[in-house]
C-alpha cells in the first residue's frame, strides 16, 4: 500500500524486506545522528546514484590485474602490506 503525505516533498510510504543486520546498523545511524531511519535510507540511495560506476569497475579491474601474475599475491597479502606501517622502521 502506497501512502502520500501532505508534504510538500510528496513523499510515499513503501514496504522492503532487509536483513536482520543492516535494519540494526540503519538504527544504529539514525540514532547516534538524531534523524529518521527514512533519512538514512534516502541518503544512501542518494549518495549510492551520485557514485561514479566507472571509477568503481577501473578500482576493480586494477586489483584483478595486481593480484594476477606476476604479482598472483593473495588478498590476505595483499591486505598485510596495505597496513603496513613503512614509517616505524
Known amino acids: 500500500?502506497?501512502?502520500?503525505?501532505r508534504h510538500?516533498?510528496?513523499?510515499?510510504?513503501i514496504g522492503?524486506?532487509?536483513?536482520?543486520d543492516v535494519i540494526k546498523k540503519i538504527k544504529k545511524i539514525a540514532f547516534d545522528e538524531g534523524r529518521g531511519i527514512?533519512?538514512?535510507i534516502q541518503d544512501a540511495i542518494l549518495n549510492y546514484e551520485k557514485t561514479?560506476?566507472?571509477?568503481?569497475?577501473?578500482r576493480?579491474?586494477?586489483v584483478n590485474r595486481f593480484c594476477s601474475k606476476p604479482f598472483n599475491i593473495s588478498k590476505k597479502e595483499a591486505e598485510k602490506l596495505l597496513k603496513e606501517d613503512y614509517y616505524e622502521e
Open 60 to 62: 576493480k579491474e586494477a
Open 38 to 40: 527514512s533519512d538514512i
Open 52 to 58: 561514479d560506476k566507472s571509477s568503481i569497475n577501473m
Open 16 to 20: 522492503t524486506i532487509l536483513e536482520k
Open 8 to 13: 510538500k516533498n510528496k513523499k510515499e510510504k
Open 1 to 5: 500500500m502506497i501512502k502520500q503525505s
